[in-house]
Nanobody, 124 residues
């Protein structure tokens, strides 16, 4: 079992920045990929950014150039630096981790483990 602890989030004005951090508990499992998802009111959950083994990174088109995902050296932490935030970025953000047991897994559909959501509110 992998537990994910999330910190960060809050209220920021349009154009501001926030940083989300996520740390995975120590376990006997090796984490292959980590990512951030978000779910806005009335909308489906979407993948914001993911970083996999070999530091392969993907972003949602809506956040490219504004958000940066990074992973710690121990590979069990992941941060999301969010710059130039827009009201449409308002959502509950979730950290997730994947063990990489499924080949060619499409992370848009989710990962193995989830952290608690943290609310990001961008005021106009």
């Amino acid at each position: 079992q992998v537990q994910l602890m999330v910190s960060g989030g809050g209220l920021v004005q349009t154009g501001g920045s926030l940083r989300l951090s996520c740390a995975a508990s120590r376990s006997s499992f090796t984490i292959d990929a980590m990512g951030w998802y978000r779910q806005a009111p009335g909308k489906e959950r979407e993948l914001v950014a993911a970083i996999a083994s070999g530091d392969t990174i993907s972003y949602a088109d809506s956040v490219k150039g504004r958000f940066t995902i990074s992973r710690g050296n121990a590979k069990n932490t992941v941060d999301l630096q969010m710059n130039n935030l827009k009201p449409e970025d308002t959502a509950v953000y979730y950290c997730a981790a994947d063990l990489g047991l499924t080949l060619h897994r499409d992370y848009t559909n989710g990962m193995d483990y989830w952290g608690r959501g943290t609310l990001v509110t961008v005021s106009s």
